[in-house]
């Protein structure tokens, strides 16, 4: 059978990004857009083998970020050239003679999805080369000089994603008589199939919009989107009771609502739980010195913290001009410094077992709203601090996500918003689902949509 080798194109400079260094080594959602690329590989179990085609200049660094991944399949780090084709010529090079498919993939398209892959990779048994394509929504247009020259019929265009798959004496044999032309030139290398080998047939499998490439400035803040978005496959995460056995998990503002539900659900899967809240034993996040002395406690118990989630949260929902000092300097204290207090008490004690920290937004983060001023800013700031410190702490091996639930039946929404009906809110139970999932899973830094009419 053959053996799958993903090679991850990291050879390009960025210069259109307008960044000082290479745009594969961009953070976003935590972690370099490439260690996202190289995960998506490493996380498929269809995958044998990883080869990083690298820029001369920073191989080392893509070393040192290997040994700090501990990545398993990476086995070649190889020298790309000027081109694009320079750096799947490199590849080609390292296998030759190889009976092995080659799977070539932008290190800049970081939210390629196991779905893509696992389509890819189940062509490869029929076809010998493999495209990845997404409708044209735009009319296209060719021109000549500043007119149309003519409109194509848009339902036959594609616009083309990576990864594009081959066997290797496919790709081997069109680059073969490509090198030969000395009027070569072509953008990809299902263009060399397609122009040097046109009786073998290019299979398409459908992409997907969030198989984006990083290229402009612009592209940060939609590849940033998009993490946040990144739901679906985490949703598919099994809570196994194995992974969590023995956990010690500490729940702040575990009373009631999500964390009463969380805490119930970890104890069914054998975790050891701690639940702290004003409620419950006087526990105010929004005070440094109780948040530290819980942790504490718990850990002076067990020897060990591996999950803490903070689900405490105060929601006022009236006009600024109505609000009392007090009443504001409380919503503050709770949403916003308690996070802050729980990341720092934290930090020790997640670093010492390479643990998961959860927070929690809320839908109105990403758009002030009258009646909501405070709480929606906090819960904005939050969202920040996340992603702040998720890149801060990442090389410590601490895991740092923020669940963003939709409206949710809590106790704290039944008191702003009164009796509503069960079929327009989110159960806190799917939430405390999700909020598990988080905590097995390899995400950081990231925003994690909860939504109603997810299965």
């Not at 000082?20 to 490439?34: D, H, I, L, R, Y």
């Not at 081109?83 to 190889?98: Q, T």
């Not at 036959?156 to 009027?183: C, M, N, V, W």
């Not at 989107?225 to 729940?251: M, T, Y």
Request: with cysteine; charged share 25%.
């Amino acid at each position: 059978m053959r053996k799958n080798i993903a090679i991850v194109l990291a050879g390009g400079i960025g210069s259109r990004l307008g960044l000082s260094t290479p745009k594969q080594f961009f953070k976003v959602a935590g972690k370099m857009v490439v260690e996202h690329t190289i995960d998506a590989f490493e996380s498929n179990p269809h995958i044998d083998e990883i080869a990083i085609v690298s820029n001369p200049f920073y191989i080392a660094d893509f070393e040192s970020i290997i040994i700090k991944n501990g990545w398993k399949k990476v086995k070649k780090i190889l020298k790309g050239g000027q081109e694009r084709f320079h750096s799947s010529l490199s590849a080609i090079k390292a296998y030759e003679g190889s009976d092995v498919n080659l799977i070539f993939h932008d290190a800049v398209r970081p939210l390629v999805s196991q779905r893509i892959l696992n389509d890819v990779i189940k062509a490869l048994e029929t076809y010998a080369a493999i495209d990845v394509a997404m409708p044209a929504t735009d009319t296209i247009i060719e021109v000549d000089g500043d007119f149309i020259h003519q409109i194509p019929d848009r339902s036959k265009l594609k616009r083309g994603q990576t990864p594009q798959a081959f066997h290797l004496e496919t790709i081997s044999h069109a680059y073969e008589i490509a090198l030969k032309d000395e009027h070569f030139k072509v953008t990809d290398d299902c263009g060399v199939v397609v122009k040097y080998l046109p009786d073998v047939p290019v299979y398409v499998v459908t992409g997907e919009e969030s198989n984006m490439k990083l290229t402009y400035k612009e592209d940060t803040y939609l590849l940033d989107k998009f993490f946040q978005l990144r739901k679906s496959e985490l949703n598919e995460i099994p809570l196994n009771e194995s992974q969590l056995k023995g956990k010690v998990a500490v729940i702040f503002g575990g009373s009631y609502g999500i964390g009463e539900h969380t805490a119930r659900m970890l104890q069914e899967k054998q975790a050891k739980v701690f639940c702290f809240s004003r409620s419950m034993n006087g526990v105010d996040v929004g005070k440094k010195e109780q948040v530290a002395d819980a942790l504490k406690k718990v850990f002076l118990q067990t020897h060990r913290i591996d999950y803490i989630i903070n689900t405490a949260g105060v929601l006022n929902k009236e006009p600024l001009m109505s609000s009392d000092y007090q009443t504001i300097y409380n919503a503050v204290s709770t949403n916003y410094m308690g996070t802050i207090n729980v990341a720092m008490e934290a930090y020790a004690y997640l670093k010492e077992s390479k643990g998961k920290l959860v927070f929690f937004t809320s839908s109105s983060y990403t758009r002030g709203r009258a009646f909501y001023s405070i709480y929606s800013s906090t819960k904005a700031a939050i969202v920040n601090f996340v992603q702040a410190i998720a890149q801060e702490w990442e090389p410590f091996g601490i895991a740092v996500n923020c669940i963003n639930p939709e409206r949710t039946k809590t106790p704290m929404r039944v008191k702003n918003f009164g009796t509503e009906p069960e079929n327009t809110l989110l159960s806190a139970e799917k939430v405390a689902i999700a909020t598990i999932q988080s905590l097995i899973s390899e995400f950081t830094g990231q925003v994690i949509d909860v939504k109603r009419n997810e299965v």
